[in-house]
């Protein structure tokens, strides 16, 4: 289905932008009837999470895992004739690109599929109920208009300015990461989060020398002390080098030649790419939210309510119908819960009575690390159970190493570290952080009981599935 561009009657529902959140929360309403427009400024429908975010990161993981369990075959399970991986970036870049592209068509059937209409160009509010569309091909403006609008725009990384960092041009983004055709030799990750975390682990695992730049001690400072500390000094046994307490001066050099990054403590990198990993901001420039007084915060994200309506500022009429969902609104910067936001959002404006009160809930949202080792969590972590609940907070954890690892010589057993957080008397789960092979797997069930209220001894209640790494969660004493 190619993008309309020509003035359509008015629609019920009109959704600013086409990544996971505005997809789902647009078919969603028309799978009620009602007639839906979708709007997308870049070539691809998905968004982030599609096309330069979750899933290829994810076929990159499956890349680096594999070089990994290759190692382990020959040295570890006797395998023979098998060769040390050598990993082709460059052939298998088109493979991966072209996954992606049948992803995307995918998601063009779908919204035709279920009649919504798919407009190619950038999008701004002229109006409470009227968006102005920019044709991708150049074509002259036009105006369509929609009972409601929701703005699902999305973010993009965010790299500082030659200003702040002079050369900091000369690096790349996470998106620019699945733009190299050549696999680089030596990489500068400038971060600690978990993007940072994740492209580091890839390059190194596949064969890069690695350099991971951090502020402070450790990874994944937002994330549970227990998989920071586990963590960090893993990657370091791996060969990634972690410089701690740094912060980038200055970048010199030539994009696609060798680098020089100079460091605080004076020392100076020499690399191929660096990688500007320091986080991420909304896409709210150039859609006219200011001009209608819809509240943005100092991060530039869309200020919502608890059914993501948007927020506007002091003065101005607190309309009904605009929203905002995903990570334009700056919470939970996670595609599941753009699509979960989404479509709660379109069953409570268009569904049956029962939706008349739906809402996404941000407490409880289980998330994974892609880290060698993967990473599992969901709930409070230690520091805010106890802020929030005191001595009531209960701690069991257990470290061990997972079976798989009993054939593999020492140095190369990975760590698994499992901790749950309870509280109260009845001892009820608020928080489950693991790490170790499989916690990406492990996790999505007992986030589940998580939200179920579920109580330790519910968990041990549970009869094990024996040999599982899995099973420690329900024998923790």
């Not at 561009?5 to 789902?24: F, H, M, P, T, W």
């Not at 140095?411 to 489950?432: A, Q, S």
């Amino acid at each position: 289905m190619a993008p309309l561009n020509k003035l359509q009657e008015r629609y019920d529902y009109i959704c600013i932008g086409g990544g996971s959140g505005g997809v789902a929360s647009s078919r969603r309403a028309a799978s009620y009837g009602k007639k839906v427009a979708l709007i997308e400024s870049s070539p691809h429908l998905g968004g982030t999470c599609v096309n330069v975010g979750c899933v290829p990161k994810k076929i990159m993981w499956h890349a680096a895992d594999l070089a990994d369990r290759l190692r382990h075959a020959s040295k570890g399970y006797h395998f023979e004739n098998v060769p040390p991986p050598q990993f082709n970036w460059a052939s298998f870049k088109p493979q991966r690109d072209a996954y992606i592209r049948r992803l995307n068509g995918i998601y063009e059937k779908n919204l035709e599929k279920e009649k919504v209409d798919y407009y190619g160009g950038t999008a701004r509010l002229v109006s409470p109920n009227e968006v102005q569309i920019t044709p991708s091909d150049g074509s002259e403006p036009y105006v369509i208009a929609g009972d409601y609008i929701t703005v699902a725009t999305g973010g993009r990384p965010t790299i500082p300015s030659d200003d702040q960092i002079p050369g900091a041009s000369l690096g790349i983004d996470s998106d620019g990461f699945f733009d190299l055709e050549d696999q680089p030799k030596r990489v500068a990750v400038v971060g600690a989060g978990y993007i940072a975390v994740e492209l580091a682990g890839v390059l190194h695992t596949l064969g890069s020398e690695t350099h991971v730049l951090i502020r402070r001690e450790h990874v994944l400072r937002t994330f549970d002390p227990i998989l920071q500390d586990t963590l960090t000094p893993w990657m370091e046994h791996t060969g990634i080098k972690i410089h701690k307490n740094t912060s980038v001066i200055k970048v010199e050099g030539q994009k696609g030649g060798e680098l020089t990054v100079h460091l605080n403590d004076g020392t100076q990198l020499k690399v191929d790419c660096v990688l500007w990993a320091i986080g991420r901001h909304a896409n709210t420039e150039g859609v006219g939210l200011e001009e209608l007084g819809i509240q943005l915060d100092k991060k530039g994200d869309v200020v919502v309510d608890e059914f993501q309506k948007a927020l506007f500022v002091e003065g101005k009429p607190q309309l009904q119908n605009i929203f905002a969902i995903g990570d334009v609104q700056g919470k939970a910067l996670l595609t599941p819960v753009a699509i979960a936001a989404g479509r709660r959002l379109s069953n409570r404006l268009f569904g049956p009575e029962k939706f008349k009160n739906d809402k996404l809930l941000y407490e409880d949202i289980p998330t994974v690390v892609f880290s060698h080792p993967t990473i599992g969590t969901v709930g409070l972590t230690e520091p805010e159970a106890r802020q929030k609940y005191g001595s009531a907070v209960k701690i069991y954890k257990s470290s061990f190493r997972s079976l798989y690892f009993s054939q593999i010589e020492e140095d190369h057993k990975e760590p698994t570290v499992y901790k749950l957080i309870v509280v109260g008397e009845e001892e009820r789960v608020v928080g489950v952080h693991i790490i170790g092979q499989g916690s990406d797997e492990v996790l999505q069930g007992f986030a589940v009981a998580v939200k179920l209220g579920a109580r330790k001894q519910d968990l041990d209640d549970t009869v094990a599935i024996h040999p599982t790494s899995a099973e420690e969660l329900v024998t923790l004493r």
